[in-house]
Every structure is written in structure tokens, then in C-alpha cells.
T-cell receptor, first 117, second 111 residues
Framework: SAVISQKPSRDICQRGTSLTIQCQVDSQVTMMFWYRQQPGQSLTLIATANQGSEATYESGFVIDKFPISRPNLTFSTLTVSNMSPEDSSIYLC??????????????FGPGTRLTVL | GNSVTQMEGPVTLSEEAFLTINCTYTATGYPSLFWYVQYPGEGLQLLLK?????DKGSNKGFEATYRKETTSFHLEKGSVQVSDSAVYFCALSDNDYKLSFGAGTTVTVRA
């Protein structure tokens, strides 16, 4: 298994500003992902955080809006840039433990609840 | 592409009632199937999974069987408790590890 922490747990931000969310894992992991859960909605994958290289973004998400870093196998950040009220969501990171396969459990962090005014 | 269609909620039940949440999927390959649960105020956690056709996943009295012929993975529990009140998500993962989620079903169990 993997224990995941996220900082901050919640924040209230003004439109036009940026927020960086941190995801820390207690062990090295193969894959790290960032998801968004808009109010009352399901989870949508934003991107795959690749260690030492640029993240891979899903359709509808771009690097300028959601820059992602992953400097090592246990840590990643997601920045929500130039925020608008539509960015109000819960942002979650998830991981697949090292050596894991596609059938393995994907573990989720507790989430960061972002409100943009 | 991959997609998951999940029974619309919300669902309200009395304690000890039978619960079924329907889930069907579309996938190009041979996906693994998951049910995740989100209890009030808590993070998302895996409830059960099945990785190939006819597998049955089970946990905490919940069961789901991977039905390739009907592309379904319905969640069932024979006797629910108040503590089962949560949001349930059906999800699939294909060769690339990425999870595709259903819309989520909110279940409320009354004492």
C-alpha cells in the first residue's frame, strides 16, 4: 500500500491567482496521477506526472493552466494557474506502487479542496 | 475510448435492505474493473476489484462480478448498514493504468 499526503488540505483563493498543491508519498511509486473532482461530479484525470520529464495531459487540460512537476519518485506538485471560479474543485493525486501493474490498486490522497472567489 | 456508465442516484434505503448499483462499461481492451467508495468527509478508497472476466470481487459484504458478455460490474450488498452511507464510484483501468470513473452514486441508509 501507499500513504499519501496532500498540502494544503483546503484553500480559498482569489480569481487570477495561482495555487500549488503538493503530493507526498511514503514510498517510491511507479505512476502518479492528478485528478479533479468538480462539485457533485465524478473524477476526471488531468494528467500523468512523469518523473524527470514533462507531464502527459489529457484532452481538455494544458500545461499552461496546470503545470506539474515530479522531481523524484515520491513527490509531485500541481499548480492551478490564473484561477477562475470554474476551477473550484477537489484536486486529488493518486499513485500506483512501484512494481505495480494495471490490475493493482491505485491509491488516492485525501484531496485538496479549492474554492475560487 | 473507455467509458463507465453508472446508475444514477441518489439512492435511499432502510437498514438491512438489499443494495444494487448498476455499472456498465465500454473499453477497447480487457480492462480491470473497480469499485471505489468515498465516505463522508473521507478520501477515496478501493472497495473491491476484478481483473478478468468472471472474477468476483468482494469486501465488507459487497460483491461485484466481472461480466464480459454484458460488459457489466454491478455492485451488490445483501443487508446494508447506516455505515454504508457513502458515494460509490465504478471505474475501469486499461493498459495505461489510467482510471475512468462513472458519475458516482450517493447511497444513504436510514436506521
Amino acid at each position: 500500500s501507499a500513504v499519501i499526503s496532500q498540502k494544503p488540505s483546503r484553500d480559498i483563493c482569489q480569481r487570477g491567482t495561482s495555487l500549488t498543491i503538493q503530493c507526498q508519498v511514503d514510498s517510491q511509486v511507479t505512476m502518479m496521477f492528478w485528478y479533479r473532482q468538480q462539485p457533485g461530479q465524478s473524477l476526471t484525470l488531468i494528467a500523468t506526472a512523469n518523473q524527470g520529464s514533462e507531464a502527459t495531459y489529457e484532452s481538455g487540460f494544458v500545461i499552461d493552466k496546470f503545470p506539474i512537476s515530479r522531481p523524484n519518485l515520491t513527490f509531485s506538485t500541481l499548480t492551478v494557474s490564473n484561477m477562475s471560479p470554474e476551477d473550484s474543485s477537489i484536486y486529488l493525486c493518486s499513485v500506483v506502487p512501484s512494481g505495480g501493474s494495471r490490475t493493482d490498486t491505485q491509491y488516492f490522497g485525501p484531496g485538496t479542496r479549492l474554492t475560487v472567489l | 475510448g473507455n467509458s463507465v456508465t453508472q446508475m444514477e442516484g441518489p439512492v435511499t434505503l432502510s437498514e438491512e435492505a438489499f443494495l444494487t448499483i448498476n455499472c456498465t462499461y465500454t473499453a477497447t481492451g480487457y480492462p480491470s474493473l473497480f469499485w471505489y467508495v468515498q465516505y463522508p468527509g473521507e478520501g477515496l478508497q478501493l472497495l473491491l476489484k476484478a481483473t478478468k472476466a468472471d472474477d468476483k470481487g468482494s469486501n465488507k459484504g459487497f460483491e461485484a462480478t466481472y461480466r464480459k458478455e454484458t460488459t457489466s460490474f454491478h455492485l451488490e450488498k445483501g443487508s446494508v448498514q447506516v455505515s454504508d452511507s457513502a458515494v460509490y464510484f465504478c471505474a475501469l483501468s486499461d493498459n495505461d493504468y489510467k482510471l475512468s470513473f462513472g458519475a458516482g452514486t450517493t447511497v444513504t441508509v436510514r436506521a
